[in-house]
């Protein structure tokens, strides 16, 4: 399963060179959302991960691990929990409003957006503005897409076998 796969990856950039804290909590907070959810706990979890860059935690030499291997290490164990559940249970099925999968509309963006392009549409779902905002946003940015693209993505939706019976 690829989500696993991604999450490994995740678990193993924890021992890499020049590794940065923040970075790699917003990229693991943005692929969790896409496998869980976007209001699941593990994301509310990476969240509170911190580096405390106080002047008393840079001061500890006790011989213990750093705080900054404590924190790499909850990040791994929220990580290797996903795993679990994944193994377990599978990836859990996503719906929006109207029943429809938000898989069947994601595939049909990944299929046929450019990642840059897919990051964009993503970015402007995910801002913090209003709604009218971002369907203006959208909509601008779509219209921008050539037409082939955009009829591409749509009959790619509509014709996706998770949609059957339920239009």
């Not at 219209?143 to 939706?157: A, E, R, Y």
């Amino acid at each position: 399963m690829k989500d696993i796969k991604l999450l490994e990856d995740r678990i193993k950039e924890l021992d890499a060179k020049g590794f940065d804290l923040d970075a790699w909590k917003q990229y693991t907070i943005i692929l969790l959302g896409r496998i869980f959810g976007e209001d699941n706990q593990k994301i509310k979890e990476i969240e509170k991960i911190d580096y405390d860059y106080s002047s008393w935690a840079l001061r500890d030499t006790s011989g213990k691990t750093s705080y900054l291997e404590t924190c790499k290490k909850l990040g791994k164990e929220i990580l290797e929990a996903s795993i679990d559940e994944l193994q377990a249970f599978g990836a859990p099925v996503k719906t929006g409003n109207n029943n429809i999968p938000v898989e069947v509309i994601i595939e049909a963006l990944e299929s046929e957006l450019k990642v840059s392009q897919y990051k964009d549409v993503v970015s402007i779902i995910n801002s913090e503005k209003e709604k009218q905002v971002k369907f203006r946003d959208l909509k601008k940015y779509l219209k921008n897409l050539d037409d082939s693209s955009f009829q591409t993505i749509v009959l790619n939706m509509l014709s996706h076998p998770e949609l059957k019976g339920k239009l």
